[in-house]
């Protein structure tokens, strides 16, 4: 009895302390956040909850409000300049607002209810819709005139389309060989200046890099989560569990990963990564949010009060 | 009697893990399910059902959106 015992303890000791043991590492990289701007209350109409978050060179920052079906410009105090679209469907008008990015002269905005990227102008003025008849799950401005968009596989594997402004493919990264289900392969995507494909796959416990060529330069997985857990909904076997919720890069091209459910702090843990993968830094947010934003100014943008408040926080390296 | 006292915390302590370990099942179990049972109502949905794969995108996009934003 008393050898049972000791054997139970030491195997739960081994299920709790290993997929931790990461975590115990010594950080290599010491970063704290500091707010420096907070814009909506749950007083005030600033924000009714916003899904998508971009900032331009200038300190303007821009806002899909979901609830409120627009896109509010607020400028570096955090004062609402400009308000535009309304319910619907047509040319500058929304009904379920989601993904937003920006260039140095235009806002992309993604809509659930409709395919393409709607296009506005830095004074929210619609410009066009650009044809894309996939579903994107995430957005990555390139240029001017490219953009990196992250495909949900719904019959076929994800992938990223790298597009012109016109929505002509130009390139394609197929980072899954297989199809293994709906949704599995959805990833959250960001480039940096050299090319490089950074992926945060939602459902699975996998961080990887790729480069132009169609090379995956590393993969891990922080969490240790092996299974991914699955639901059957109608016709559908769903993942259930989300494990990285978005990726952002600083100016220095460090990598900065939101984790989802399985993380110590779900929703507000960010792993801090360096452009080769090794994990530098976990940095914990104060409130739950459903994305990051780093603006290039190194500016880091997050949720609070469930998407009734956007925060604009420095990012302090000691 | 120093051994069965022993024996007795050994237990004690595996009991305790074990609770631990159920209870942290069952809050995750509590939790879920929001965005699930939107996605079932969503497919049941009759003009998503008419929309076709459309439909269906529409669905899973949802989902996917519920899981980051809601699901914490």
Redesign the interface.
């Known amino acids: 009895?008393?050898k049972n015992?000791?054997m139970?303890?030491r195997a739960?000791a081994v299920v709790?302390i290993v997929p931790l043991s990461i975590f115990a590492a010594e950080e290599r990289l010491k970063i704290s956040i500091q707010e420096i701007l907070s814009i909506g209350a749950l007083d005030d109409e600033a924000i009714f909850q916003w899904?998508g978050v971009a900032a331009d060179g200038d300190g303007f920052i821009y806002v899909l409000d979901g609830l409120d079906y627009s896109l509010k410009k607020f400028d570096a105090r955090g004062k609402l300049v400009k308000k535009a679209g309304r319910k619907g469907q047509g040319p500058g008008e929304f009904l379920?607002p989601?993904l937003l990015a920006c260039s140095q002269d235009f806002l992309y905005a993604t809509d659930?209810?409709v395919?393409g990227i709607s296009v506005f102008d830095k004074e929210l003025q619609f410009k066009k819709r650009i044809p894309f008849s996939e579903?994107v799950?995430d957005l990555f401005v390139l240029s001017e005139t490219t953009m990196a968009i992250a495909v949900?596989g719904?019959q076929g594997p994800g992938k990223i389309v790298v597009a012109d402004g016109s929505g002509r493919v130009l390139t394609e990264l197929a980072y899954q060989e297989k199809y293994t289900g709906?949704?599995m392969d959805?990833v959250s995507v960001a480039l940096d200046g050299q090319g490089h494909f950074y992926l945060a796959y939602?459902f699975q416990d996998r961080i990887e890099s790729w480069d132009r060529s169609g090379k995956r330069l590393w993969s891990k997985n922080l969490l240790g989560i092996k299974k991914v857990e699955m639901?059957k909904?109608?016709?559908?076997l769903?993942p259930?569990e989300?494990c990285y919720?978005?990726v952002s890069l600083d100016d220095r091209g460090r990598l900065f990963v939101l984790a989802?459910?399985h993380a110590k702090n779900?929703?507000r843990d960010v792993y801090v990564l360096s452009p080769s993968g090794e994990w530098l830094s976990t940095l914990t947010l104060p409130d739950?949010t459903?994305?990051i934003y780093i603006d290039r100014q190194n500016f880091l943008y997050a949720r609070a009060n469930q998407?009734i408040t956007l925060k604009k926080y420095r990012l302090n390296y000691e | 009697m120093r051994?069965r006292r022993?024996?007795n915390r050994?237990?004690a302590?595996?009991l305790l893990?074990c609770l631990v370990?159920v209870m942290g099942i069952e809050a995750?179990y509590l939790q879920?399910g929001v965005c699930?049972d939107a996605?079932?109502e969503c497919?049941?949905d009759w003009y998503n059902q008419a929309w076709g794969y459309?439909g269906?995108?529409?669905c899973?996009?949802?989902?996917?959106?519920c899981?980051?934003?809601i699901?914490?």
């Open positions: 009895m008393m015992g000791k139970f303890m739960a709790l899904t379920a989601r659930q209810t395919l579903p799950t949900m719904i709906p949704m959805s939602v639901k909904i109608a016709d559908y769903l259930t989300v919720k978005d989802g459910k779900p929703s739950t459903h994305c998407g | 051994k022993q024996n050994t237990i302590a595996a893990v370990l995750g879920s699930e996605i079932k497919f049941d459309f269906t995108v529409y899973l996009l949802g989902y996917a959106f899981k980051k934003y699901d914490a």
